[in-house]
């Protein structure tokens, strides 16, 4: 399950699942804690609360010792990209959902479902309200790359190069998701 691809469960809806070494209570950190979450995803402050400001700042070049240039069509993300969105779910430790991307209007909704398996944890990432495929297909190359590095960071491992990886899903969910 750790390298299963995402799913549309809507048009504009697209779904991963992966099992994570517990417990519950150090998954949710790693969603939550800036520093923890800055290892797999970006730093930034939430105000863990419904209505509470989220804030991400992404280095992904910096998510491995592996470098790689970024992508020209990412040039803008390359010395980092900043994201705000707002909480609009939170119970500790089993959900958090905020918006995604308020700042440049392209506002979608991200959540997270974490669930006990015995001495593992289902973490279900669920996003939202994409405006269209092109969005599908880097939501879901972004998402896959990034959750393959908390995999990694998780299970002690040095994770590669964000955007070697997130390339290749990127052509991979080129071909999966359909064509409207």
Known sequence: ??????????????????????????????????????????????????????????????LSPQKAPTPERYGEMENGHAMSGRITACEPPRLLSYTWGESDGSESEVRFDLTEQDEHVLLTVTHSRLRNRDDLVSVAGGWHAHLQILVDRLQGREPPNFWVIHEGLETEYEKRLPVA
């Not at 995402?6 to 520093?35: C, F, H, K, M, N």
């Open 1 to 62: 399950m750790n390298d299963s691809y995402g799913t549309l469960v809507a048009s504009d809806t697209l779904r991963l699942q992966r099992s994570l070494p517990g417990p519950i209570e150090r998954i949710w950190a790693y969603l939550t804690e800036s520093d923890k979450r800055g290892q797999w995803l970006a730093t930034g402050d939430m105000d863990l609360r419904v209505g509470g400001k989220v804030g991400l700042f992404f280095r992904h070049a910096d």
